[in-house]
């Protein structure tokens, strides 16, 4: 798995941060600081994401009875769900979505602790059920997480369009690039300390995700109207 993950991390560079750079480097000369803070954010949402439904699958698997199984449903429940909240995010106007954000982000953070301490006795109390009924229930248990957990990105993406566009292919590379490489160091941190921690990893992701978004400058308006505002001092 060590291995593993040094050849994926070396693929990473290779064909996602090395094109991105060549292609899409200019872009980061102007407004580090910001840029930075977004892109960070992008790459804790890609390993939070990823290590959270890795670790998932590996919790499913007593309950649902097969490698096979567990790895359909959660894989199913994850895209299915969080394409769902993706597009609920639509709904969420321009103005005010750094507050909204930060309440997902904790909601969600709130949400991997409730499974960790929930879904063990659910587990073991209905895993005598039949098969079609755990699968059932299993879609509906990853359900309101995977909603939530597909929420930050579109938002972010928004955010983005709004202050630094020219950086939103950065977002998606590392974004990217953190799930492809996350994804091993799931497995990493689950078998060294255990799937609840591996979870509680994705939650400090997500946390730090939210401290990222937060300390970036504020751009809640128009990249125009900011401008008018500048105009308007300088005058003054």
Excluded at 63 to 75: C, D, E, K, R, T
Excluded at 91 to 100: K, M
Excluded at 128 to 156: D, T
Excluded at 226 to 234: D, F, V
Aim: proline share 5%; hydrophobic share 60%.
């Amino acid at each position: 798995l060590f291995a593993l993950l040094g050849i994926t991390s070396v693929l990473v560079l290779l064909f996602i941060i090395g094109p991105l750079v060549l292609v899409r480097g200019k872009a980061l000369s102007t407004g580090v600081g910001t840029k930075l803070s977004f892109l960070l954010y992008f790459a804790c949402l890609g390993a939070g994401f990823i290590i959270v439904e890795v670790a998932m699958i590996q919790k499913f698997i007593l309950f649902l009875g097969h490698p096979v199984y567990s790895l359909a449903v959660i894989l199913f429940s994850v895209l299915a769900f969080s394409a769902i909240g993706s597009c609920l995010t639509g709904r969420f106007s321009e103005e005010g979505l750094t507050p909204v954000l930060i309440k997902l982000l904790c909601g969600l953070v709130l949400l991997l602790i409730l499974y960790v301490v929930a879904l063990p006795p659910i587990f073991y109390g209905l895993v005598g059920l039949a098969r079609e009924i755990r699968i059932v229930l299993a879609v509906v248990l990853m359900a309101p997480l995977a909603m939530v957990m597909g929420m930050p990105m579109p938002i972010g993406i928004r955010m983005l369009a709004r202050s630094a566009p020219e950086i939103i292919p950065w977002a998606w590379g590392v974004n990217g690039a953190t799930s492809v490489m996350g994804s091993v160091a799931a497995l990493v941190i689950a078998i060294l300390t255990g799937f609840n921690q591996a979870l509680f990893v994705g939650a400090g992701l997500y946390l730090m995700a939210m401290v990222f978004i937060t300390r970036r400058q504020p751009v809640d308006q128009p990249i125009e109207a900011a401008g008018k505002r500048i105009e308007a001092q300088a005058s003054a």
